[in-house]
């Protein structure tokens, strides 16, 4: 794969090792000493918040119940992930939001949805809400299940880790073991086979390949070609994320589910969002559930 002054290319060839990059972790909230205090302070809609054998519990009140972070400030980038591990009864819609330092308070804008899993046991959630255009963020709040009282619920952890790996600038060349750096990410599985990646996307959610952190001019590269077989569906997706504007940001491109190899040529000038420094690229090869594609 190389990014030249012209196009972009993605060449996926022979030599790739799907692996995962060890995280950094940013900010860590144990509940099990002082400065996790201040979560108990700031709760909305929420009653009898306290910190009891390193896990932050309580009941929501009212219609609109949250948990806010204690204030901090980190350097915003779009390889970040809000990870929490919490126990919550009731299932439904919940939000991560964030407050930018500066900012006077919460907007819809700088938020990201993920669903609370309703069944009283301890989960791991993941949200990646590529907020790099924000510069620094300084606050987190989680929102429980809108319009739900009198429901306890239980915190282990909060963190914020960056899973960037070294940023590829310049005209960087992706073909052999350079490819180890690109993933399998959001539940999806890929391996070598056939000279070529083997890719599946998962039964529940959307899976993607996912590049190493990246920073090249957007106005120096502007057309995504990947050749592939694709056994099922109608349309894969290109995602990106560039430097001045928080977000990914999406364009589906038509593909033939006849098992046979086409190079797909997909124009990103055109789009408004392919714009200033491009940080991040994802892939995902297939729309439909369970399906499957060979990259090369």
Same mark, same amino acid.
């Given at each position: 794969?190389?990014?030249?002054?012209? $196009?972009?290319?993605?060449?996926?060839?022979?030599?790739?090792?799907?692996?995962?990059?060890?995280?950094q972790?940013?900010m860590?909230?144990?509940?099990? &000493?002082? %400065?996790?205090?201040?979560?108990?302070?700031?709760?909305?809609?929420?009653?009898?918040?306290?910190?009891?054998?390193?896990?932050?519990?309580?009941?929501?009140?009212?219609?609109?119940?949250?948990?806010?972070?204690?204030?901090?400030?980190?350097? $915003? %980038?779009?390889?970040?992930?809000?990870?929490?591990?919490?126990?919550?009864?009731?299932? %439904? *819609?919940?939000?991560?939001?964030?407050?930018?330092?500066?900012?006077?308070?919460?907007?819809?804008?700088?938020?990201?949805?993920f669903?609370?899993?309703?069944?009283?046991?301890?989960?791991?959630?993941?949200?990646?809400?590529?907020?790099?255009?924000?510069?620094?963020?300084?606050?987190?709040?989680?929102?429980?299940?809108?319009?739900?009282? &009198?429901?306890?619920?239980?915190?282990?952890?909060?963190?914020?880790?960056?899973?960037?790996?070294a940023?590829?600038?310049?005209?960087?060349?992706?073909?052999?073991?350079a490819?180890?750096?690109?993933?399998?990410?959001?539940?999806?599985?890929?391996?070598?086979?056939?000279?070529?990646?083997?890719?599946?996307?998962?039964?529940?959610?959307?899976?993607?390949?996912?590049?190493?952190?990246?920073?090249? &001019?957007? &106005?120096?590269?502007?057309?995504?070609?990947?050749?592939?077989?694709?056994?099922?569906?109608?349309?894969?997706?290109? $995602?990106?994320?560039?430097?001045?504007?928080?977000?990914? *940001?999406?364009?589906?491109?038509?593909?033939?589910?006849?098992?046979?190899?086409?190079?797909?040529?997909v124009?990103?000038?055109?789009?408004?969002?392919?714009? %200033?420094?491009?940080?991040?690229?994802?892939?995902s090869?297939?729309?439909?559930?369970?399906?499957?594609?060979?990259?090369?």
């Amino acid at each position: 794969m190389k990014i030249r002054t012209s $196009a972009v290319l993605f060449v996926f060839g022979y030599a790739l090792q799907l692996c995962a990059v060890e995280p950094q972790i940013l900010m860590n909230w144990a509940f099990n &000493d002082d %400065g996790s205090k201040p979560w108990t302070q700031h709760a909305n809609h929420c009653k009898n918040v306290r910190l009891e054998k390193g896990v932050l519990k309580g009941v929501t009140s009212g219609a609109d119940p949250f948990l806010v972070s204690p204030a901090f400030s980190i350097t $915003a %980038g779009a390889g970040q992930v809000v990870e929490f591990r919490a126990k919550n009864p009731v299932g %439904g *819609h919940g939000e991560l939001f964030w407050i930018p330092v500066g900012a006077k308070g919460p907007q819809q804008k700088w938020s990201a949805s993920f669903d609370w899993i309703g069944d009283g046991e301890w989960h791991d959630y993941r949200v990646r809400p590529f907020w790099q255009g924000e510069k620094r963020i300084g606050t987190l709040r989680i929102d429980f299940v809108n319009g739900r009282s &009198d429901v306890a619920f239980e915190v282990a952890s909060v963190r914020i880790v960056d899973e960037s790996s070294a940023a590829h600038a310049g005209e960087p060349v992706w073909s052999g073991t350079a490819l180890a750096a690109w993933s399998a990410v959001e539940g999806s599985h890929a391996r070598i086979e056939k000279g070529g990646i083997a890719y599946r996307s998962p039964e529940k959610g959307e899976g993607v390949l996912e590049s190493p952190a990246l920073s090249f &001019d957007s &106005d120096a590269a502007f057309v995504l070609s990947v050749e592939m077989a694709v056994e099922s569906g109608a349309a894969g997706t290109v $995602a990106w994320a560039c430097s001045g504007v928080s977000g990914l *940001h999406k364009k589906a491109f038509r593909v033939k589910a006849d098992g046979r190899f086409h190079t797909y040529n997909v124009d990103l000038g055109s789009e408004k969002s392919w714009t %200033g420094k491009i940080v991040l690229l994802r892939l995902s090869p297939v729309s439909e559930k369970g399906g499957r594609a060979l990259i090369r």
